[in-house]
């Protein structure tokens, strides 16, 4: 069992940057791909960003390429997502998800594939 709780989200303006972490409770947080996810109103959960247990590995939707970057402390159990050239569609509800799963993370993009989630927060980005 692993329970996450989101933190760091907020109202940006456009351009601005934040910071989002997922707190993991649980002794084997370091097995867990963490993945994070964001609902914007009226539209399904879409994918953002993966990462591998090791920390080593991460993938990210074309949408935050270049902008966004994951990133985890196993030490601490914890997932982040540092969100920078921030746009107003990037306006959401971020969550945190994870999964226990050896297939490569590239595979990983859909929600349906995860177990834990966080209850999410939200990133609004004004103009």
């Known amino acids: 069992q692993v329970q996450l709780v989101e933190s760091g989200g907020g109202l940006v303006q456009t351009g601005g940057s934040l910071r989002l972490s997922c707190a993991a409770s649980g002794r084997t947080f370091s097995t867990y791909v963490m993945g994070w996810f964001r609902q914007a109103p009226g539209k399904e959960r879409e994918f953002v960003a993966v990462v591998n247990p090791s920390g080593g590995s991460t993938y990210y939707a074309n949408s935050v390429k270049g902008r966004f970057t994951i990133s985890r402390d196993n030490a601490k159990n914890t997932a982040s997502l540092q969100m920078d050239s921030l746009r107003p569609e990037d306006t959401a509800v971020y969550y945190c998800?994870?999964?226990?799963?050896?297939?490569?993370?590239?595979?990983?993009?859909?929600?349906?594939?995860?177990?834990?989630w966080g209850k999410g927060t939200l990133v609004t980005v004004s103009l």
């Open positions: 998800a994870a999964v226990a799963s050896p297939s490569p993370i590239v595979f990983l993009t859909t929600h349906r594939r995860y177990d834990y």
